[in-house]
């Protein structure tokens, strides 16, 4: 199982990035894929969920409106768009992915949940 993650830069503050989330070795549909970010000294923190089921999405609040998620299944890669970005935004950003078993019960913001993990791609927002 392979989750490669792409598309990180530096981008000028309101600029706009979509990362790219590449699966390999296991089938979306039965999957969860989450972004999350860290920055230095900070704690790995949960951003956007896609789970395989219906296909809903789980944004956090503190980037509602300005990041989406979305998946393309014939090329078992999930996307993060990302709008408006901001200096703070700045973080190395990972793709995860976590069992589907349903939608009763089904979180998404727990990190030890996610079993296979990408190697991290690194977004600078930068003047």
């Known amino acids: 199982v392979q989750l490669q993650a792409s598309g990180g830069g530096l981008v000028q503050p309101g600029g706009s990035l979509r990362l790219s989330c590449a699966v390999s070795g296991l089938t979306l549909k039965y999957y969860a894929i989450g972004w999350f970010r860290q920055a230095p000294g900070k704690e790995r923190e949960s951003m956007s969920c896609i789970n395989s089921g219906d296909g809903s999405t789980y944004v956090t609040d503190s980037v509602k409106g300005r990041f989406s998620i979305s998946r393309d299944d014939a090329k078992n890669t999930v996307y993060l768009q990302m709008n408006s970005l901001k200096p703070e935004d700045t973080a190395v950003y990972f793709c995860?992915?976590?069992?589907?078993?349903?939608?009763?019960?089904?979180?998404?913001?727990?990190?030890?949940?996610?079993?296979?993990w990408g190697q991290g791609t690194q977004v600078t927002v930068s003047s």
């Open positions: 995860a992915a976590k069992e589907y078993r349903g939608t009763v019960g089904f979180t998404w913001r727990n990190r030890d949940e996610y079993v296979y």
